[in-house]
């Protein structure tokens, strides 16, 4: 049986800094909620899994319509 690797978690300042948001945004659980934000609680701390974060970012990406223009 094979094990993945462990996921990389990183704190809230790096996931910001990835996200680019301000990192008071990321630790407002009603924000979170609100964008379906993926995130691990630790004790008392959040932490954001780095492979989640670009799927999540990934699935937000907006597709352009036929009639766009480039």
């Keep these: 049986?094979?094990?993945s690797a462990?996921?990389?978690l990183v704190d809230k300042l790096e996931a910001s800094r990835v996200l680019k948001v301000p990192p008071r945004r990321l630790g407002?659980?009603?924000w979170r909620r609100h964008f379906g934000l993926p995130a691990i609680r630790v004790g008392g701390s959040i932490r954001f899994d780095l492979a989640e974060l670009r799927l999540w970012l990934e699935?937000?990406?907006e597709k352009p319509d036929k009639g766009d223009v480039a």
């Design 59 to 61: 699935s937000r990406r």
């Design 28 to 30: 407002s659980s009603a």
């Design 1 to 3: 049986m094979s094990r």
């Design 6 to 8: 462990p996921p990389e």
